[in-house]
């Protein structure tokens, strides 16, 4: 008996979540199909069922792990989109997502997808331009920024975050994050 499509896209999103954990925690040389099986409890034989490579895989955790952040969740009704904006800012930099469980793909990410192939970087660098207007969408709403204004707020907590995740020192990793609230914050207008 064939399984249902519910049990197919559960599947399906399990060894997303999977690989989006194993590729953010080792880059996509370490990581195998087999162990991304392995950490899903699945056969391999069930992973060409829904991927047609590790490359494709790649590319829709990628994809999977941007539409499921914090980011592309609605603002509640009772939350004004500045107080929302300064939430989802606080969140991205802090310490629980520099070391947390649900990590951006775009700063875990940012220094793997260099030697992929050109459409997984097409992936990476659309995924980025989402980011970037949906911060657009909620800072255009208070304040009169701009394109660039974007860019840089984006580029700097992206890397923010990147960076701090290659520090130990818990202390320096608390004032990247806590200078970088700081100047968000100056060019979204003083959220």
Known sequence: MPFSKAHKEKTRVRILIGAKTLFSNKGFDAVTVN????????????????????????KEALTFSAASS???????????????????????????????????????????????????????????????????????????????????????IIGAVAISRTIDDQKVVNEILTSCRQQARKILGGI
């Open 35 to 58: 162990e991304v099986m392995e950490h899903c409890s699945l056969t391999r034989g069930a992973f060409y069922a829904h991927f047609k490579s590790k490359s494709d895989l790649y």
């Open 70 to 156: 914090q980011l592309t969740q609605n603002k509640p009704q009772n939350t004004s989109t500045k107080e929302w904006l300064s939430y989802l800012l606080d969140g991205y930099l802090s310490i629980e997502h520099v070391r947390g469980e649900k990590p951006c793909p775009l700063a875990f990410l940012a220094t793997d997808i260099v030697s992929r192939d050109s459409s997984t970087k097409e992936t990476y660098a659309n995924t980025y331009q989402n980011f970037n207007a949906i911060i657009m969408d909620y800072a255009g709403l208070n304040s009169p920024n701009n394109k660039a204004d974007i860019l840089s707020l984006t580029s700097m």
